[in-house]
């Protein structure tokens, strides 16, 4: 489990800075890391996919602002699979596009209305194979599950409102070991746990400022030994909360020795290294620590 230092009556989970990645980026929102390493983050205004090497070292760029196949309009989430496809929220142009891990256009999938309105896919998480996908659609409050050879739409889970597969405007989400779907409920201010099933697992955090509550979540993670970590734009930290949804620690600065503030961060990511990268949007930057976590 993560190592833990008491602070001011707060748990910390240390990360030591190892380096920034900007290039740039025009609010970015999300990262993700493919198995290879490769670094993808979401430059949204600027409506393009950027790659890095895993040292932060710029490689290749993806799309451009538009409406055809491989542009973007205001891209948001991004996921890639166990193969190093790449998946990312086009929310602007209501779709799903897909990449290979180079950056070659494959396919697209439109995301339906509800209601006469008009979907916003805000984020996407892929399983591991790639077969199949669930979408946010933070304006219509539901979670959609695709098949992705067929492009077929498999369910729908949620509507608005507070109570379990109720949502406000779910946001970003991470898939846990094919398992367990953690979405970030902004303005519920939770994160709700689903199977892939669709059956209502957890609530994890809700609405304050004290620890294990959030004042305004944007993004989650969970590593490989199930904590999760979510982010708080607002208040500028990072909490983890074991497999349980209790609340466990606070991401620390071991400079300091004091809970490492952020910059309005929003998607945040950890590797197969113990690597915690968090896209902080206005200073526009991507993050990257190494998560100084023993086993005990």
């Known amino acids: 489990m993560p190592f833990n230092t008491a602070a001011h009556g707060v748990e910390l989970t240390m990360a030591t800075h190892l380096f920034d990645i900007t290039k740039e980026f025009n609010q970015p929102s999300d990262v993700d890391v493919a198995g290879d390493g490769t670094i993808y ?25 538009g409406t055809g196949p491989g542009e973007f309009a205001h891209p948001l989430g991004i996921d890639a699979d166990d193969s190093g496809k790449i998946y990312v929220a086009d929310s602007g142009n209501h779709r799903i596009q897909i990449f290979t891990a180079e950056g070659d256009f494959i396919s697209d999938i439109k ?15 892929v399983n591991s194979s790639g077969s199949r ?13 695709f098949d992705t050879a067929s492009k077929k739409l498999i369910n729908t889970y949620g509507k608005p409102g507070a109570e379990k597969w109720e949502f406000r405007y779910p946001f970003l989400m991470h898939l846990y070991q094919d398992k367990y779907l953690y979405i970030v409920d902004v303005i519920n201010t939770r994160v709700q746990v689903l199977s892939s099933e669709g059956k209502f697992v957890s609530f994890v955090g809700g609405w304050g400022v004290k620890k294990g509550q959030f004042f305004r979540p944007k993004g989650v993670t969970v590593d490989s030994n199930g904590f999760s970590y979510v982010s708080d734009s607002y208040m500028g930290v990072i909490q983890l909360f074991d497999i349980t949804g209790n609340f466990h620690s606070v991401i620390g600065d071991p400079e300091s020795g004091k809970v490492r503030k952020f910059n309005t961060p929003v998607g945040i990511t950890v590797d197969d290294s113990n690597r915690l990268y968090v896209v902080e949007m206005l200073p526009g930057r991507v993050s990257v620590f190494k998560l100084n976590n023993k086993r005990q």
């Open 41 to 65: 983050v979401v430059d949204g205004v600027n409506g393009m996919i950027k790659a890095f090497a895993p040292d932060g070292t710029f490689t290749f760029s993806i799309g451009c602002p």
């Open 133 to 145: 996908f669930f979408v946010a659609d933070n304006n219509n409050h539901k979670i959609h599950e």
């Open 111 to 125: 995301v339906p209305e509800s209601s006469g309105k008009k979907a916003d896919p805000t984020d996407v998480a």
